[in-house]
């Protein structure tokens, strides 16, 4: 891994002196591939990445309020979790590309490669062999760690197996790219960089000089000390984050267990939400959050939340699809889908589905796991999100209540207290009310939108229910 950390892909960078600003860069689809795949990281991964960045010294770059979901994650003791996996699940989603963002030149997400792990007694359950995707399992059947590590026979008809310099991760062939402030991204060509030159005010090359510049991993993605990364997170991201317009829909009904009730407590005077109290579902909704990919974050939100360049980067990719140049795996970054096993199924409003899992036929003679499409599968998951293994229920256990606050930092209700929480709040006890929503489709992405934008999640994503008439089910 280290000689990967110290890659470097080139840049040519046109500056513009006078304005102090990086108008575009021109760089190989080995730079492209990296920014694509972006797309493909979990939410919880990229706040994980940036604050990394704020070890390094420099200013943290925030995602609206969602790293005080994933702060709350990282404060909770392991018992508000069914086991530590799930809490380290959260902490460390999964890519749900991770096998094809392993082949980047430069590949910025840390994920381990794909491991299965079997009993060290072979254990069955129904005729099948008991199989975890997770280390550190104790066999649900034995007792025994789970920490055989079988081989995995490679597939070459999984789709996974490229040769990188006849087609790339997700783009074919060998072309040049042009990547602007906004982080569009357009295929280069003299007739494209004149046109969007002179889009941009400009009529020659007075003003501009032309840069190069190695740009390695961490510059590229964690510091702000860079041009590209400047706009990536700390424009892309941190700009205009104060407010949010919740989209008014109607809630697609798909019947009563697609809502989901919220009580919630407000300052009539401020017009604000301060905290809700919420059940284990809806705590498991707002963490799977984290595990959600930002290509199908992106997809679900439609353009709802103005996440700065992100937005633009997704609609570059969408634009150039069309052509030649890209792979079918390049579809997969305009809708990632969540890792195996790293989804909340019960309740998912948003409807980010989870990518199906591989399964296999395990050789217990070779002691290879041999990948399977639905034929000869002897192998059974063992299933962290639950309290046996098997069914899955939710990352936090049954029951408990959680306080959730206006700016997303989730505690356990056993561990707040009341008091002080009250005095915190200094407000007049006449100014404050109570009232239950109903969370269904439409306010399930307001509340993703306005999380992902402002420092106010609850009050600028769900605030507008209390407003509308007929809609405020008053405790
Ligand atoms: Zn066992």
């Known amino acids: 891994m280290a000689s990967k950390l110290e890659q470097t892909l080139p840049l040519k960078l046109l500056v513009d002196r006078k304005k102090s600003c990086v108008v575009m860069a021109e760089a190989s689809k080995d730079f492209i ?23 390094n010294g420099h200013e943290e770059a925030k995602v609206g309020c969602i790293n005080n979901l994933y702060n709350s994650v990282e404060n ?14 959260l902490l460390r989603p999964r890519n749900p590309c991770r096998a094809l963002c392993r082949k980047l030149k430069l590949n910025v997400d840390d994920n381990e490669p794909t491991r299965r792990f079997i009993c060290s007694n072979y254990c069955k359950r129904s005729n099948s062999f008991l199989l975890s995707a997770f280390s550190g399992v104790t066999c649900i059947k034995c007792g025994n760690p ?12 999984s789709s996974e197996v490229t040769h990188r310099h006849e087609d790339g991760v997700f783009i074919k ?26 889009q941009l005010g400009y009529k020659d090359f007075n003003n501009l000089t032309e840069i190069y510049q190695n740009v390695g991993l961490k510059e590229q993605a964690l510091s702000s000390k860079t041009a590209l990364s400047d706009v990536f997170f700390a424009n892309g991201f941190s700009k205009g984050m104060s407010t949010y317009s919740p989209k008014i829909g109607q809630t697609i009904n798909h019947g009563r267990s697609d809502y989901r009730n919220l009580k919630v407590t407000v300052s009539k005077s401020k017009k604000k939400i301060l905290h809700a109290e919420a059940e284990e579902d809806f705590v498991d909704f707002l963490l799977s959050f984290l595990t959600a990919p930002l290509g199908s974050v992106l997809k679900v939100l439609d353009g709802n939340a103005s996440l700065g360049c992100m937005d633009n980067l997704y609609n570059s990719v969408k634009e150039l699809i069309s052509s030649w140049f890209f792979t079918a795996k390049i579809f997969s970054l305009l809708n990632p889908h969540v890792a195996p096993q790293f989804g909340f199924k ?11 899992a591989c399964e296999y036929k395990y050789d217990d003679i070779s002691g290879v796991l041999i990948p399977q499409l ?52 200094n407000i007049p006890f006449d100014d404050l009310e109570e009232h239950v929503i109903t969370i269904g489709n439409a306010e399930a992405l307001n509340l993703l939108g306005a999380s992902l934008t402002t420092n106010a999640a609850l009050t600028e994503g769900l605030f507008y229910l209390l407003e ?8």
Do not use: H
């Not at 789970?146 to 008809?157: L, Q, R, W």
């Not at 019960?346 to 199906?356: C, F, G, N």
């Not at 509308?468 to 405790?475: F, G, I, K, L």
């Open 173 to 198: 062939g060998e072309a040049m790219y042009l990547i602007f402030d906004n982080l569009k991204v357009l295929q280069s060509s003299p007739r494209i960089f004149v046109k969007e030159l002179v």
């Open 346 to 356: 019960k309740w998912q409003p948003l409807q980010i589905r989870e990518k199906s």
């Open 76 to 89: 909770a003791t392991d018992e508000v979790f069914w086991n530590p996996i799930c809490k380290q699940m």
């Open 146 to 157: 789970m920490d055989k590590k079988p081989k995995i026979m490679v597939n070459d008809s």
């Open 468 to 475: 509308m008439p007929n809609q405020d089910a008053r405790a």
């Open 374 to 425: 639905l034929v000869d599968i002897n192998t059974k998951f063992y299933e962290p999100r639950s309290p046996d293994g098997q069914k899955e229920v939710g990352f936090v256990r049954r029951p408990s209540v959680f306080v959730v606050w206006d700016d997303l930092r989730v505690i356990p209700m056993a561990n707040a207290s009341s008091i002080s929480f009250m005095q915190k709040m």
């Open 33 to 55: 591939e990296t920014l694509f795949s972006f797309l493909t990281l979990p939410l919880g991964t990229i706040i994980r990445l940036l604050s990394k960045n704020k070890l």
